[in-house]
Nanobody
Framework: QVQLVESGGGLVQAGGSLRLSCAASGGTVSHYAMGWFRQAPGKEREFVAAISASGIYTITYYADSVKGRFTISRDNSKNTVYLLMNSLKPEDTALYYC??????????????????WGQGTQVTVSS
């Protein structure tokens, strides 16, 4: 059973930065694609970013709303995936989740393909 634990959330002013971490146990993150999602109050959960399993090439994919501001990466030695968030906006305020997907039909996996989820870490951006 894979377990994912997010950390790094907090309160930040608009324009600031945060780096979220997602530490995995019970599985090796390098073997699987992983993603970040977020859910704001009163809204549905939305896809933020995904990173492919480690290989010759590592592929990343971003939602249009965060492209150019957020960067997903992984440190296989720490079995951890990160989400670096720059130029934060108040509309980025949400509970951020990481998730792992074992198999998917086509790249990128952006939703219900994901098998295991963390509990989330809160990000609040003040204006």
């Amino acid at each position: 059973q894979v377990q994912l634990v997010e950390s790094g959330g907090g309160l930040v002013q608009a324009g600031g930065s945060l780096r979220l971490s997602c530490a995995a146990s019970g599985g090796t993150v390098s073997h699987y694609a992983m993603g970040w999602f977020r859910q704001a109050p009163g809204k549905e959960r939305e896809f933020v970013a995904a990173i492919s399993a480690s290989g010759i090439y590592t592929i990343t994919y971003y939602a249009d709303s965060v492209k150019g501001r957020f960067t997903i990466s992984r440190d296989n030695s720490k079995n951890t995936v990160y989400l670096l968030m720059n130029s934060l906006k108040p509309e980025d305020t949400a509970l951020y989740y990481c998730a792992i997907v074992r198999t998917y039909g086509s790249w990128p996996p952006t939703g219900k393909e994901y098998d295991y989820w963390g509990q989330g870490t809160q990000v609040t951006v003040s204006s």
